[in-house]
């Protein structure tokens, strides 16, 4: 209830400070005909005088909380001056103690400690023009004042706190906002990469095989079919996986099962069959039970290496794949004969990039380079999850 009462005071600040101040303004037209009224008194302004000094010590509350130091000041100038001509305090004097609060509440501790001072001693000055004071009324108007200047205090205290609970959830949703854009970027980084993959090694195979078409559809139409039907196979995988990373992008909410599934251990051998070169697949051991993004991860090993021994190892290249499946890692190596050694690669290609963050997000190692004797090769290894390996 009292944050709506302080949101609304937020929007209508006039109108809430007219309210704030309306029993105190309403207290001083009701004192209007009694004072006038009254007799005897050593200066009596009269009833115009009334309205005119009341109104003085009234109307700098509405900025009170704008300037706060300000407001203060005037209104205890004008409380001063009724005490230096003998005027006796009206209602509308009580507006020293709404200003007092203002300062407690909106303006630097000295200041506040300084504005108590004023007021305390307005208390005593005026018990001193009193006949009748008593040491028992000044502590009772010393209690009022310290227990006005310590509500300020408090208020203002509360203010900042709120504030602050208001800055740090501010802060934390831009934070939140911001990882989810940097695991958007990460992911669409990880999806090209991916991409890359899929389009390298395919058309790589694609190419391979429609030359091979080419060269063979006049002498031996056969193998020229074949060929034309892997390249239709290796398409039509090509298609599907690029449907499934961009799928991942799709904003319409797609269900995650329109796509395929991720390529693993078990479709390893059918890739290096129609990888488009000769190659020979070695398997060690007995494959453990791994992650499906730790298989995926072997996959696109092979797949990267085989995709640059197409492109880099020139004619007649020849591969070979040897996976060791061990009780506590999994060792993939795959070396070609080709000339791909001898070829400039550039610094910040995706293949060799991509294939050491794989690796290394699941806590393996790898290693690319020319082989002894001419060729290239890549060797990984990845650990078994323990769980997994038992």
Known sequence: MFGRIRAWSRRHSTLADVLWLAPLIGLCVVNASTYAALTGLAVHFGLFGYVIISAALLVPLFWRNTYPRLVFAAISLISFGQWVVGGDPF????????????????????????????????????LVRWNNATLGMFFSGTFFVVTVWVTGIYAKTRRRYLEGLEERAERAERERDQQAKMAAAAERTRIARE???????????????????????????????????????????ALAEMRRLVGVLRQDGGSPADYLPQPGLEQLAGMVRGSGLPVALTIKGTPPEL????????????????????????????????IDYGPQQVSVRIADDGRGAAVVRGPDGHGLVGMRERVGMYGGAVWTGPRAGGGFEVRATLPVPEVRAA
């Open 91 to 126: 209602v509308a004097n009580f507006a020293v103690l709404i200003a007092l609060f203002a300062v407690a509440s909106h303006g630097a501790l000295p200041w506040a400690v300084a504005a108590g001072a004023v007021a305390e001693l307005g208390i005593f000055l005026a």
């Open 195 to 237: 991409l890359h993959d899929v389009v390298a090694h395919n058309v790589s195979v694609i190419i391979v095989q429609a030359d091979g078409a080419g060269y063979a559809i006049d002498s031996d139409p056969e193998q020229a079919r074949l060929a034309v039907q892997a390249i239709s196979k290796t398409g039509r995988e």
């Open 291 to 322: 992650p499906e993004g730790e298989q995926l991860v072997i996959y696109r090993i092979v797949q990267e290496a085989l995709t640059n021994a197409l492109k880099h190892g020139g004619p007649e290249v020849t591969a070979v794949v040897e």
